[in-house]
């Protein structure tokens, strides 16, 4: 049984498996599955000042080895959830992180403020990386001056373990991670999806009703790898890496390419049962290749020069 | 209701025709309570453009075996799969998921489906023949070839066919089948599955007659477990999850204009 | 039997269907299986200007619907492709293209030059994205200024049809397109490849001997359907789709986008006669939706505002 | 060589033990030439993680019957389809690729072949035979499980094995058999195929004593077809594609540190 703790600025996780924002609920629609106290911490859906409707309808659409999604960041706001879901979830024993989106900088210092005030959360990540609304999400992600504003922001008003979801939509994400390092972001996430389009031939219409949505799953894991490489090169704080994890071999690809810790998102929808696998699956490996701790491994892949 | 995530085997592989099976499949384990209207998601294994579970009504289920069935159309890749799965197989599911229709107490039910929307109206009528409601059957088709099972439904309740072309049954669409008005019977509630445009035609008739309607809807998902939002439908209060807070809806919460 | 006869700059193809370059060899990899001279045209493995050795083995890793290769542009130099493929290919009866590649101007401007004066090649495809050598390449595709660059000097030399190739690995693929087009690029292509990774977690080693590779497959379509679509609304010139078209339902989605042909690439080496197939599907689509030509369905996705 | 792209029918299913298969193929159109060396591409259908075609080296060549096998162990998730498909399927090659052994016009060669390697050496043993040369064969191995159709290559040759542990043959590795070293017999040409450790043990023992030698090389492949450069091996001339310049060397060509 080797050591999976692992440390995130002063947050402690039992290990280094976390459920991505969007595709785990509240971790609510999960328990019937499996303890999900047994993760390392689960990020819960987006939440947004206001009440947001999403989306219209189709807001899917399956691709090789993947899916595009359209959501649209729909929630019922920060005060619903402060108010009807936060007495739900506090009782969590693992780390419960909020996933805090918007469309102007002052959206999201109105959510960070809120959630600062929540015992129970003890961290948020900051979606400055959604593809799928309008307006704000995608775009303060993809130049270094507005994630490194919008991140400035949300320090100031947010003082505990704060985490910035980048965009894989970006010539250089190494830059991106190093702007908001430089702003005092405790943590990088990436990647949240790509942006991709499906297309229904036979009708000549496109299938979501955005057009354009964000693709993840495996089809995207060779790319979400080389982004986290890139970035453990690039700054000192710790990564969350994620993007196509479908098993514990994904994750562990992960922890030698330089993440700290893993979320895993479309995978929880073929296997709900999935993150625990994961957890089980590193700790085996872990034994079977004789490492005492998950931080044997961390970065450690073996490159020639 | 607990969801369970458990290995069926693959009992009877019942090809109808070469569009539509029903996959009799079975449990080692008790079956949990499984409500008419309740879906499963499938696990396709080994497709590379199958890569979410499928999603397919209960057709019926056997308490005493321990058998769930589902009836399949194929409508691309997965389904198809499926259709050619062979009996000792395995096939994982998630079950049950969604709500599933409201049984009354006592009276009659009018149940109306086309194309595999018959698919849920088996458990259905054998759900509400137990509860001491009358359930008539309309099965509606293109010609006679698409009409099944006529056997396995008037164990449950009574059926009455319509095609298109007059095959089999009366000649017409099923809002048309002439035991919608016949002065005998006052239906309760009415409820259909099948294509929209006939989902549509069936809750204007009964908003018409001022009869209450459930109707069972499709929608793409990815979870089936309401964790994605991606299966969202337009009601009264707002975007609601088909997965979740349906399939079953009452046309009063829809935003149908009918 | 539809007109699929489509027109770039003054150029003519009898059908839109092209093979991409680095997967069809110099065509003749593929005599064996098909006549290759019922293919709109044959995009021919990158030439530069010195003799290339390549990266060290190995080059190659499969994933999820992908893969990713790390080959670096092998090639004999500009002079042998002139004196000794060359001959061996000009006989094609459709337009063989030749794929420029370099890492500094010079090299680009010296192989132009030569592509120039060979009567057979009637176009060449710059390529200015790939991810695989350590010097120029895609590095040249990633900011709007040096794209521009590059254009400029090829356009004073090149007098034929220039199509420049684009990396996807960018913010905005539309404003390097324009900044291309700007220069007097007739058509542009994409999307070359993803920049990607791939681990062995046993042997906790990069598979690939560059570490990062190109990601190309049917896991990249949905991305590069989106940049096509977003192109199409930037520029007037005409636009060469590609990226993980394995059929022709494939190909009909790149034209809805806006392409105006279509390149095929790792789906030769599943199916060495995938191209010809996906001519015929074309066809067919077009008689079953009664278009008369190919240029019908150009651009035509039905988008509601 | 001309390649074709056939659909073959799976004749037999011979599982050697649960890590090892040789299919048995059949054409329906007549063979074209192949030579001892050469190998096929397989298509192993509907599998996400088998994106890609799959090398096998021909095992055997039946021109009357036009039937072709593999020899196929399991590395992963498509040699693991293929040792399950079931007789009667379909399987899509492309071949003959790459060149073949170099067969001389007489005197006698030596085989030494280990783990899945020694699947191109009974095609060759059978082809050296019926060019009058006599081919002895070691067939090597970590122990007696790993020792397959001994039967089969002693109706070309004669056989040698050597195991790790002793358990069937001689005790120790492939390059330390008796006969290599066999006063009576003048091996003109040393071919192997194998684990890459084994081919170079091989290597270095036919330099020394001043033997022709040939090795087959696997290496990670797209095409097979020389149109994607992924396959490279580092030579003497630079790098050279082991799909088209191969999968063949003879071991002065390589720049192996032996
Ligand atoms: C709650 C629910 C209950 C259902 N019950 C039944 C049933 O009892 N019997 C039955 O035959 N079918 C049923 N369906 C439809 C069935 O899920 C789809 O036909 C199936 O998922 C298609 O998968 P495929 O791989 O065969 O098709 P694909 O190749 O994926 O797609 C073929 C077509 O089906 C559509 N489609 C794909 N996935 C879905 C989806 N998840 N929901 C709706 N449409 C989809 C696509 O847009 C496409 O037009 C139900 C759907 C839902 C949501
Ligand atoms: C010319 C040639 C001839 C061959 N002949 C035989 C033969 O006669 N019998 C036999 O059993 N095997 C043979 N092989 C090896 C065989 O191709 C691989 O074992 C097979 O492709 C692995 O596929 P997989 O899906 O089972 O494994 P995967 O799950 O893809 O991978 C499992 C392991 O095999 C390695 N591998 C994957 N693809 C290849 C590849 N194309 N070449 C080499 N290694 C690979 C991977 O790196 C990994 O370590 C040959 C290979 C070549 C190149
Ligand atoms: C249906 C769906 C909804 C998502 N919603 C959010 C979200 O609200 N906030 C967010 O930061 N990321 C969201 N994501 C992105 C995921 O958290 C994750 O970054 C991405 O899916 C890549 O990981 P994966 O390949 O493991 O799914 C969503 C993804 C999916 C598929
Ligand atoms: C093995 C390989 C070699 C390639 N070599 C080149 C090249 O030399 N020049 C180039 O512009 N693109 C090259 N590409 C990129 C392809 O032309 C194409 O842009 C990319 O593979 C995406 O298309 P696909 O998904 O259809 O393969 C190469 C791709 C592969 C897989
Ligand atoms: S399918 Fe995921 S919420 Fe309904
Ligand atoms: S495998 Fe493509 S060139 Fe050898």
Chains 1, 3 share one sequence.
Not at chain 1, 83 to 110: F, H, M, R, W
Not at chain 1, 242 to 249: S, V
Not at chain 1, 254 to 270: C, D, E, P, S, W
Not at chain 2, 69 to 86: P, Q, R, V
Request: glycine share 8%.
């Amino acid at each position: 049984m080797a050591d999976l703790k692992i440390k995130i600025n002063q947050l402690e996780f039992k290990n280094p498996v976390l459920t991505a924002s969007g595709t785990f609920g509240y971790g609510l629609e999960f328990d019937d599955f499996f303890d999900v106290n047994l993760l390392g911490g689960i990020l819960v859906k987006a939440t947004t000042n206001a009440k947001r409707e999403g989306n219209p309808y189709p807001r899917m659409a399956e691709t090789a080895s993947g899916m595009l999604n359209a959501v649209g960041l729909q929630n019922k706001g920060v005060d619903y959830f402060v108010n009807e879901i936060y007495p739900l979830i506090k009782g969590y024993q693992t780390n419960v992180i909020a996933n805090v989106s918007g469309s102007t900088i002052e959206d999201y210092i109105v959510v960070a403020e809120k959630m600062n005030e929540l015992e129970n959360i003890p961290a948020i990540e900051l979606n400055i990386s959604c593809p799928n609304v309008k307006q704000g999400g995608m775009a303060f992600g993809t130049s270094c001056a507005s994630a490194q504003e919008v991140t400035k922001a949300i320090r100031k008003v947010y003082s505990k373990t704060l985490i910035v979801k980048l965009s894989p939509n970006v010539t250089n994400i190494a830059e991106i991670a190093k702007a908001v390092e430089s702003e005092g972001a405790d943590s990088v996430s990436l990647i949240n999806t790509l942006l991709g389009m499906a297309i229904n031939a036979e009708t000549r219409k496109p299938i979501l009703s955005t057009v354009t949505g964000g693709l993840s799953g495996p089809a995207i894991k060779p790319i979400a790898l080389r982004m986290v490489w890139q970035v453990s090169k690039a700054v000192n704080i710790p990564i969350i890496g994620l993007g196509g994890i479908m098993n514990a071999t994904d994750a562990i690809e992960f922890f030698l390419a330089g993440a700290t810790a893993i979320q895993i998102g479309t995978a929880n929808f073929i296997d709900p049962t999935v993150s625990l696998k994961v957890v089980n699956g590193i700790n085996e490996y872990l034994d079977r290749h004789k490492f005492a701790s998950i931080n044997d491994i961390i970065g450690k892949l073996e490159v020639k020069n | 209701m607990k969801k369970y995530i458990i290995d069926f085997k693959v009992l009877e592989n019942k090809k109808l025709n070469d569009q539509n099976t029903i996959l009799v499949l079975q449990s080692d384990e008790k079956l949990p309570e499984i409500l008419a209207g309740q879906f499963v998601e499938v696990l396709v294994e080994d497709s590379p453009s199958t890569f979410l579970r499928r999603p397919f009504s209960v057709h019926n289920v056997d308490f005493h075996e321990n058998t769930l069935s589902l009836f399949i159309k194929i409508a691309g890749i997965g389904s198809k799969k499926l259709t050619n799965i062979e009996v000792g197989e395995n096939l994982n599911l998630i079950f049950p998921l969604g709500n599933g229709f409201s049984i009354p107490n006592e009276g009659s039910a009018l149940l109306i489906g086309g194309g595999c929307g018959i698919g849920p109206l088996l458990f259905l009528a054998k759900c509400l023949m137990e509860n001491n409601v009358e359930p008539h059957i309309i099965l509606g088709g293109r010609s006679k070839e698409d009409i099944f099972e006529v056997h396995e439904y008037s164990k449950y309740g009574t059926v009455h066919i319509t095609t298109d072309d007059g095959s089999l049954g009366e000649k017409g669409f099923v809002t048309k089948h002439t035991i919608i008005d016949d002065p005998d019977i006052k239906f309760d509630i009415i409820y259909t599955c099948g294509p929209e445009i006939m989902m549509k035609a069936v809750a204007k008739m009964a908003k018409s007659k001022g009869i209450e309607c459930e109707v069972s809807l499709e929608n793409t998902m990815a979870c089936g477990i309401g964790a994605c939002l991606c299966c969202v439908t337009e009601t009264i209060d707002g975007n609601k999850c088909v997965c979740t807070e349906g399939p079953v809806f009452n046309i009063n919460d829809l935003k149908w204009q009918i």
